[in-house]
């Protein structure tokens, strides 16, 4: 009889697994319910690796391990025993031992039949190729996802994208807009399925730019590492460097390497992308981008097929920084003075309000001067063509210098704290 006193449910074996993990394995059912009962976590996984790297680990003899393994968890494994269990859920173990009553009870208890253990493998590898255990995961793992699509939408819904990315960008209003509204529109179907979202960020180095990229991956991912992918494009500048980016092609030196766009895209397609710096790629980087912006698929150096129509590629540019900030301190010049002049008509203005005036780039500049500039550069218009939203971002204004210098000494305030 399981008591609660003094007791910790979810404890762990000192070799990593815990109590609902064998009561998976070895197929008790009556063990699996109460423990669930009892508060065990079902989404918990196994630290348990194999006999050679739990050794290591532990600093014990493999046969030691091995011996433990089998007289304390299960000896049902003895063909797997360099195979990894790392991140093994107690869904993991029902499965493999086609317990169909347990995989029951760890779905109605909440486990995540999505779970992908470390070495990357969900559950359903392990099921039957026909059975009733694979048509129950089947369908658990569609609603699974059904369910959280829906607490995200709620969420988001919340806590809407631009409130997320001021809380973390000083200044860049206009910027923040412009990419939040693109990305609302691309969720709710109002653009092109077939072709990802495209940005050009254009402004000066240190003004948010790469920050913005890091911003929108965080909200859209929950801070999933694999889901950012930056690439410095200044080391794509030599033509033969494309084999960097998509992977070498048969018969090369590094052809089982895969390339470094590639091969992360396999991993997250709907990832967000940041070319950073993009003008100083060669163009035969650029015509590789060009297929990847104008049909949401990538081939690499083994001829796979990567689709990624739901990804997010967001280019970073100098080009033309200096204009666009010639451009704004103009603009803010003018709206301070109309500012003031109202101000001084205004009888009844007590002075409380602090200037504040949204600076807006113009149509007429960013047709005659940015874009001619970026035509100039890259060299061709259907790369131009490609991209959704040139957003532009502003020198900061004096107000806002003031707020960044306030939180880098908040910062430090707290470091030394």
């Known amino acids: 009889m399981i008591t609660t006193e003094k007791f910790d449910v979810n404890m762990r074996h000192p070799l990593g697994w815990t109590l609902l993990h064998v009561a998976a394995i070895n197929g008790k059912n009556n063990n699996v319910k109460a423990l669930l009962e009892l508060g065990a976590d079902p989404n918990l996984g196994d630290e348990y690796i194999n006999m050679y790297r739990t050794s290591q680990q532990k600093h014990m003899h493999a046969l030691e391990v091995l011996t433990r ?3 304390e968890f299960s000896n049902q494994l003895n063909n797997r025993s360099s195979a990894s269990f790392e991140g093994f859920t107690a869904l993991h173990y029902a499965v493999l031992v086609d317990d169909y009553k347990s995989v029951q009870l760890l779905l109605a208890a909440g486990c995540n039949p999505n779970t992908k253990s470390r070495s990357g493998h969900a559950a359903l590898e392990f099921a039957a190729d026909a059975g009733p255990v694979r048509e ?11 369910i959280q699509m829906q607490k995200e939408r709620e969420e988001r819904r919340l806590f809407p994208i631009e409130q997320r990315l001021k809380q973390h960008i000083v200044g860049q209003e206009g910027a923040i807009t412009i990419v939040s509204a693109a990305i609302r529109r691309k969720e709710n179907g109002w653009a092109d399925d077939e072709h990802p979202l495209v940005f050009l960020f254009l402004g000066s180095s240190g003004i948010g ?3 913005l990229a890091k911003q929108v991956a965080s909200y859209i991912h929950k801070n999933k590492a694999d889901c950012f992918i930056r690439l410095d494009m200044s080391e794509y500048q030599e033509k033969h460097e494309v084999a960097k980016l998509i992977g070498s092609p048969p018969g090369y030196v590094g052809h089982d390497d895969g390339g470094q766009l590639t091969k992360r895209l396999k991993k997250c397609p709907n990832a967000v992308v940041l070319f950073d710096e993009v003008d100083k790629a060669h163009p035969d980087v650029l015509t590789v981008l060009l297929q990847l912006f104008d049909e949401g698929r990538l081939t690499d150096g083994k001829g796979n097929t990567i689709q990624c129509k739901d990804a997010i590629f967001v280019m970073t540019s100098n080009l033309a920084s200096d204009e ?6 103009q603009l803010r010049a003018e709206a301070k003075k109309i500012s003031a002049h109202n101000v001084s008509s205004d009888a009844d203005y007590d002075g409380t309000d602090a200037f ?25 218009d259907e790369f131009l063509g490609r991209i959704n939203e040139m957003v532009y971002f502003l020198p900061f204004s004096r107000s806002e210098l003031m707020k960044l210098v306030s939180r880098e000494l908040h910062y430090w305030a707290e470091k030394v704290s």
Do not use: C
Not at 136 to 146: F, P, R, S, T
Not at 324 to 329: D, G, N, P, V
């Open 69 to 71: 393994r089998e007289d």
């Open 356 to 380: 504040k005036q949204d600076v807006t780039i113009s149509r007429n500049f960013k047709d005659n001067v940015v874009r001619p500039i970026l035509k100039r550069h890259f060299g061709r």
């Open 324 to 329: 666009i900030a010639e451009h704004a301190l």
């Open 136 to 146: 129950m995961l089947n369908k658990a793992m569609a609603e699974y996802e059904e």
């Open 209 to 211: 730019k790469t920050e």
